[in-house]
């Protein structure tokens, strides 16, 4: 089970943290990934990390603004985003799969999304 949280409303240039609680299983071989979703879009890779290994990816839209990371004692992925964006506005997903890979297809387990919206 994935439980997505901490998104909310904030201005253009500013900071949100989401979180993801993972939970119900060992997660210790899969990949963590977060998506989002914008008004009539395709939901969109963000960013991914290895659960082991804490590799990491990105988005060109969002490298070297977001960054990913995990607490491995609290089972619990951490999406930094900084710089914040109008576009980036979206419901943010937190995912889990077995592939390191952006294509949502590939992640088997879904949190339930979080809303992030940005103002100008």
């Known amino acids: 089970q994935l439980q997505a949280s901490g998104g909310g409303f904030e201005q253009a240039g500013g900071s949100l943290r989401l979180s993801c609680a993972v939970s119900?299983?060992?997660?210790?071989?899969?990949?963590m990934g977060w998506f989002r979703q914008a008004p009539g879009k395709e939901r969109e890779f963000v960013a991914a990390?290895?659960?082991?290994?804490?590799?990491?990816s990105y988005s060109d839209l969002v490298k070297g603004r977001f960054t990913i990371s995990k607490d491995n004692a609290k089972n619990t992925v951490y999406m930094q985003m900084r710089s914040l964006k109008v576009e980036d506005t979206a419901v943010y997903y937190c995912a889990c799969g077995t592939r390191y890979s952006p294509r949502p297809l590939d992640y088997d387990y879904w949190g339930q999304g979080t809303q992030v919206t940005v103002s100008s």
């Open positions: 119900g299983r060992t997660f210790s071989s899969y990949v």
């Open positions: 990390i290895r659960w082991i290994r804490g590799s990491t």
